[in-house]
C-alpha cells in the first residue's frame, strides 16, 4: 500500500493563480481530511470528508474549495491564491480514529 | 469547539534523560486524544492515542501517556530518550471527526 500521497510536492504560485491539490490514498478510507500548517503552528483543519458526495467545513475554510467524487480522492483547490495561503498542507485518512497523514505540499503564493 | 494547549515550545534534553511533554486539553464533551510526533519535512506519524479505558496508553518507541480528566491533561513521557527523538511532537483531541491541534513541542535531544 502505498497509503496516502499528494502531489505535487512543492508548488509557487503568483497572487491571484488557482490550482489543486491532490490527495488519493489506497486503503479504502471512509474519511479524508485536508489540513494546514503554518511555521511554528500546529495543523488546522481546512475540509474534510465522511465518504463519496460528502463533505463538510473544518476550521479555516475561507478561500478552498473541495470535492469528493470517489472514496480515493480528495482534492484542495485555491481558486485566487493569496499570500495568507502560504504553507504546508498535509491530507489524512482515517477509517476509525487514527488519521494517516500524506507527506504535504509546500506551497508559496507569491 | 475543544482546543489543546501544549505548554512548552522547546524542551532540550540530554540523551538517555527521561522527558516528559506537557499538553493540557479543553471540551465539553467527552474527547479522544493522541499524540504525533513530525521529522522536519514530512509528515505525522502517530505516537499513541487515548479512546477509552485504562488512563495510562503505551505507544510506539518507548513513548507513553496518562489520561488525566480531573486534570484535563494528556502528558507525553519517556523515560530514557535517544537521539532519534528529536522532533515536533504535537498533542491533538478530537470530538467526532473535528480534530484539533496544539501548536507543538519541539524536543532537542542533546548528546
Known amino acids: 500500500n502505498a497509503g496516502v500521497t499528494q502531489t505535487p510536492k512543492f508548488r509557487i504560485l503568483k497572487i491571484g493563480q488557482s490550482m489543486t491539490l491532490q490527495c488519493a490514498q489506497d486503503m479504502n478510507h471512509n474519511y479524508m481530511y485536508w489540513y494546514r500548517q503554518d511555521p511554528g503552528m500546529g495543523l488546522k483543519l481546512i475540509y474534510y470528508s465522511v465518504g463519496a458526495g460528502i463533505t463538510d467545513k473544518g476550521e479555516v475554510p475561507n478561500g478552498y474549495n473541495v470535492s469528493r467524487s470517489t472514496t480515493e480522492d480528495f482534492p484542495l483547490r485555491l481558486e485566487l491564491a493569496a499570500p495568507s495561503q502560504t504553507s504546508v498542507y498535509f491530507c489524512a485518512s482515517s477509517q476509525t480514529n487514527e488519521q494517516f497523514f500524506g507527506p504535504g505540499t509546500r506551497l508559496t503564493v507569491l | 469547539a475543544q482546543s489543546v494547549t501544549q505548554l512548552d515550545s522547546q524542551v532540550p534534553v540530554f540523551e538517555e534523560a527521561p522527558v516528559e511533554l506537557r499538553c493540557n486539553y479543553s471540551s465539553s464533551v467527552s474527547v479522544y486524544l493522541f499524540w504525533y510526533m513530525q521529522y522536519p519535512n514530512q509528515g505525522l506519524q502517530l505516537l499513541l492515542k487515548?479512546?477509552?479505558?485504562?488512563?495510562l496508553v503505551k505507544g510506539i518507541n518507548g513513548f507513553e501517556a496518562e489520561f488525566n480528566k480531573s486534570q484535563t491533561s494528556f502528558h507525553l513521557r519517556k523515560p530514557s530518550v535517544h537521539i532519534s527523538d528529536t522532533a515536533e511532537y504535537f498533542c491533538?483531541?478530537?470530538?467526532?471527526?473535528?480534530?484539533?491541534f496544539g501548536a507543538g513541542t519541539r524536543l532537542t535531544v542533546k548528546p
Open positions: 491533538a483531541v478530537s470530538v467526532s471527526e473535528d480534530m484539533r
Open positions: 487515548y479512546l477509552s479505558g485504562s488512563t
